[in-house]
């Protein structure tokens, strides 16, 4: 926060400068309250939902999720009621037993990213397919929401 009067500088104006500077810290604390108590809350979500790119044409709607180091069988796709879910677990296990020492690991993560597509797509000739960590979701356009309706202005 920036003083509302200029000062210049002297002995006196000192400890308003040093006033200033707490404010300052004040009103940065102020506007992100939890951002020292949890830094990195932010980088967790978005590692935990995958990036979307969804895109229409007159045709069909296309969804590709990024989900990378997941196999198909990991991965959940359903439709209900115009809403796409895209869901997956992951569950990774590492087991080293050697004559001095034991080393396991275990990563376990889920995800559940649901994307609002519509309900004029034809679910029952969608199509999915994973390819390098990359998942594209076809949803052809059902007869009656691939023709476009003019209306007139007056």
């Not at 590492?94 to 994307?115: A, H, L, P, V």
Request: aromatic content about 10%; some cysteine.
């Amino acid at each position: 926060m920036k003083s509302l009067i200029p000062w210049r500088w002297s002995r006196k104006s000192a400890a308003p400068a040093r006033l200033n500077d707490w404010f300052d810290t004040a009103l940065s604390a102020w506007e992100d309250p939890f951002k020292n108590f949890f830094p990195d809350f932010n980088n967790l979500l978005s590692t935990r939902l995958p990036s979307v790119d969804v895109s229409e044409s007159k045709k069909d709607v296309t969804v590709k999720a990024e989900i990378p180091g997941m196999s198909e069988k990991d991965i959940d796709c359903t439709w209900h009621d115009g809403v796409l879910s895209i869901r997956g677990e992951k569950k990774d296990e590492k087991e080293e037993k050697k004559k001095d020492r034991y080393y396991r690991e275990c990563n376990y993560g889920s995800f559940c990213r649901n994307i609002n597509v519509g309900k004029n797509v034809d679910w029952s000739n969608a199509k999915a397919k994973y390819k390098n960590g990359v998942l594209t979701v076809s949803l052809p356009k059902t007869e009656s929401a691939q023709k476009a309706i003019e209306i007139k202005v007056n």
